[in-house]
């Protein structure tokens, strides 16, 4: 592999732009082809995840790229979840019991345009959009792509082809449909969509509501969740089921059944949404899936990165943010190679990318649908309150020395995903053996000194399970 290989990127999101910026960075020319318009030009947003949740491991890879102040300026920090009941009281989690460990509200299309913007600054890059992926044929290395507005039919042959082209990725259904290798994939959906709704700034163009939180509406099995926006409104999402409960999706096909609805679950957020009913009808449902598949890349030719790769429901905010961090390890290992001056091809390159990256997309993918269960149920549980009120004791008396599951994937970058997610899941399990075992008492405040007792407890605990795990094949 050398700098003048010519690499196609299919997909101008932030996984394709954040890409094309940090491969033009390190030398290489790139040409990104991008279904939709130019979002800088023209609002394709409308209804569909317009603001996402950025946090250290997106940041880790902005700062690569040196994108990170201009990304924290169209920033919104929010500190913790805050919880709406059907009478609209409210009670907050924070996110960490540490200082200045928060996550940010981020407009997904403000973020796209600044990546966009920087990458267009280098000589090497070109993009171009309305260009639609029909095929690639992995053997020739080709994508035969649509211009949708000719309508013309052209080919782009390249000596690498990156599928940043999200869930749907062309290059992805052209591993399956070529059958020129063996391929594994999985795509699994919940039963549950998501509609996006707007709780609009008040005559002051200010937030209605609190602006430092996240905002959730748990009803068991379903959910409304809100996050703030720049321009003091808040994108509101609601989680239903298609076809189960008393309301789902299929059935809330009239106004009055909308308005019966929300009247009965969520009445202080109705009265922040004055056009639900238009928004309702108006604005698509939306499927929330889990893709899983590989291999990623096939010979020495194409590589599937980001959601084409991995796709997640977005229960941890975390879809972003393991996209970008794809760049990052991407990077880290042309540089491992770069540095070792070992002759070495994008074979080797791609191969020890997906042995580095696999498990820990997988173990992000898993955390996000245990995520959904918590934040549609288990965030209203007492004994959910609890095991929080313990945990953020614990890490504001001992910041280095305890990491909740949710801080070691969200605020510890350097941790992949998987062992966050096996030192997680057993430290989680240790403390509510401890809360249910009357072990400890959550009644009344604990001095730092009984703390620490605590912490010994689950420190001891946790190490038993993961060994435990480890011998069972866990």
Wanted: aromatic letters at 10%; a negative charge.
């Amino acid at each position: 592999m050398n700098k003048k290989d010519k690499i196609l990127i299919i997909g101008a999101g932030l996984c394709g732009s954040l890409l094309a910026l940090r491969l033009a960075q390190r030398g290489y020319k790139v040409e990104v082809y991008e279904s939709r318009p130019d979002l800088r030009k023209v609002d394709i947003s409308a209804g569909r995840s317009i603001n996402l949740a950025l946090s250290d491991r997106g940041l880790k890879a902005l700062r690569l790229c040196g994108m990170e102040e201009k990304a924290r300026e169209i920033c919104i920090p929010m500190f913790g979840r805050l919880m709406h009941d059907k009478e609209g009281k409210t009670f907050s989690s924070n996110y960490s019991g540490r200082e200045n460990e928060y996550i940010n509200s981020i407009s997904r299309g403000d973020l796209n345009a600044i990546l966009l913007d920087e990458a267009e600054k280098h000589e090497n890059v070109n993009i171009y959009f309305n260009k639609k992926c029909k095929k690639v044929d992995i053997e020739k290395n080709i994508a035969h792509f649509k211009d949708y507005q000719t309508k013309e039919e052209f080919p782009v042959i390249a000596d690498v082809i990156f599928g940043a082209d999200g869930a749907g990725s062309s290059l992805r259904k052209s591993y399956i449909s070529e059958r020129k290798f063996l391929f594994s994939y999985s795509q699994n959906y919940l039963n549950h969509g998501y509609k996006e709704l707007e709780i609009p700034a008040n005559k002051q163009g200010n937030h209605q509501i609190s602006k430092d939180h996240l905002h959730i509406w748990p009803r068991g099995d379903f959910m409304l969740i809100a996050l703030p926006n720049m321009d003091g409104s808040f994108t509101v999402t609601l989680f239903l089921s298609y076809n189960e409960g008393e309301f789902n999706f299929e059935n809330l096909t009239s106004e009055e059944k909308i308005t019966e609805f929300f009247e009965k679950e969520f009445p202080d957020a109705l009265s922040l949404i004055p056009n639900i009913k238009e928004e309702f009808i108006n604005n698509p449902t939306g499927p929330l899936g889990t893709i899983k598949c590989s291999p990623w890349s096939y010979q020495n030719k194409t590589l599937l990165m980001g959601d084409a790769a991995h796709a997640i429901v977005p229960f941890y905010g975390q879809g972003m943010n393991a996209s970008f961090e794809d760049v990052f390890v991407l990077d880290e290992i042309l540089n491992h190679f770069e540095r070792s001056r070992e002759i070495f091809d994008w074979k080797t390159v791609f191969k020890v990318y997906q042995k580095t990256r696999k498990k820990d997309t997988d173990a992000i993918a898993d955390l996000a649908i245990d995520n959904f269960h918590e934040m549609k149920d288990h965030v209203a549980n007492p004994l959910f309150k609890e095991k929080r009120k313990i945990e953020m004791d614990l890490e504001k008396h001992f910041p280095t020395q305890y990491f909740s599951k949710y801080s070691l994937v969200t605020f510890n970058e350097n941790i992949g995903y998987n062992a966050a997610m096996e030192k997680g899941r057993a430290q989680d399990k240790a403390l509510l053996n401890l809360i249910s075992g009357d072990d400890i008492s959550t009644s009344l405040d604990m001095t730092k000194e009984e703390l620490e007792i605590v912490l010994k407890k689950i420190i001891k605990e946790t190490n038993e399970i993961l060994k435990e795990d480890k011998i069972a094949g866990l």
